[in-house]
């Protein structure tokens, strides 16, 4: 049964989580993950039926003290560089390890080597189009092993700034970091835009980036953040601060004004879905499914089976 103060998330009260999704892979990648990474682990799985699309595995897993959520829902849609997560690496051993596994039947972006920003840096998709970035930075401290990292490109290049600091007004614990800009001569991407933008929120760690070159690529649903919620006035809150587009608000999710996903979703809601009664699953999957923004009462009404839900 649901505990009575709602779901104690146990990855150091993670707030935002990436929430990946895959067509049929999520199962797969996340053993895949889960054994090229050092302690690491997949936490829970749930399956869900009789969705939009059909039957849907959800993992979620924890990489070098992270979450992540993966997801097969369907070929609906693609990754692409526009986010892509950097790991940050203490020897260069280390990001040949992860670069020789991430790199099988994968795609390199940029080749493996030496770059004025690393003595040994690569960026490449990997086997399932997942973008990463492995990092050698030496003596400077980790915080956070893995950075999520947006990049402004397409119709969105050169407002990496602008969002960040959108970001910093809307979430709690929000610090901008250390500003990298381009200089003249670095054409196309105009100087002053972002060559690379640290900042912080709710205690997280993330990367913002512009790129004027032609990507022909911008983002997509594959990727997604989860905001976890234990109060309806924070669903309330992070929707209407965030929302920009009411035809992509549906289960949760949201495009904001730069086209970013992300999905405002209570933690009980989470616990809900863990619970091994199928009939319960059934009502609070069919209660959710036609819902935009999450209701926690309704939810719970549909998880005891009242009327009305």
């Given amino acids: 049964m649901l505990a009575a103060n709602g779901l104690k998330r146990e990855i150091n009260m993670q707030k935002i989580t990436p929430h990946l999704w895959f067509d049929k892979e999520a199962n797969e990648a996340a053993k895949f993950y889960t054994s090229i990474f050092k302690d690491s682990k997949i936490n829970s799985t749930t399956m869900l039926h009789n969705t939009p699309s059909g039957t849907v595995d959800i993992v979620t897993i924890e990489l070098l003290g992270q979450e992540f959520t993966l997801i097969s829902a ?36 940029m080749d493996l080597g030496e770059y004025p920003f690393s003595e040994r840096y690569g960026w490449v998709q990997d086997r399932y189009g997942l973008s990463w970035q492995v990092m050698f930075v030496g003596e400077h401290k980790i915080n956070q092993k893995i950075t999520p990292t947006i990049m402004f490109a397409d119709k969105q290049a050169g407002r990496a700034e602008e969002a960040v600091n959108f970001y910093a007004t809307v979430f709690h614990g929000a610090k901008v970091g250390d500003i990298l800009r381009y200089s003249k001569g670095e054409e196309p991407d105009k100087e002053g835009t972002i060559k690379h933008a640290a900042f912080t929120l709710e205690g997280q760690e993330f990367a913002a980036m512009d790129s004027a070159r032609v990507h022909n690529f911008t983002f997509n649903e594959a990727i997604s953040f989860i905001v976890h919620c234990e109060m309806q006035e924070e669903i309330d809150y992070y929707w209407a601060k965030l929302s920009a587009d009411p035809k992509a608000e549906q289960c949760g999710w949201l495009k904001d004004k730069y086209g970013l996903s992300w999905q405002i979703v209570p933690t009980i809601m989470e616990e809900m879905l863990r619970d091994k009664d199928r009939e319960r699953l059934a009502r609070v999957t069919e209660a959710f499914l036609k819902m935009k923004k999450f209701d926690i009462e309704e939810l719970k009404k549909a998880y005891k089976g009242e009327s009305g839900a």
């Fill in 74 to 109: 369907g070929p609906l849609f693609k990754f692409n560089p526009s986010v892509s997560f950097l790991v940050a690496c203490k020897t260069k051993d280390e990001v040949d390890a992860l670069w020789e596994k991430l790199s099988e039947g994968g795609t390199a972006l």
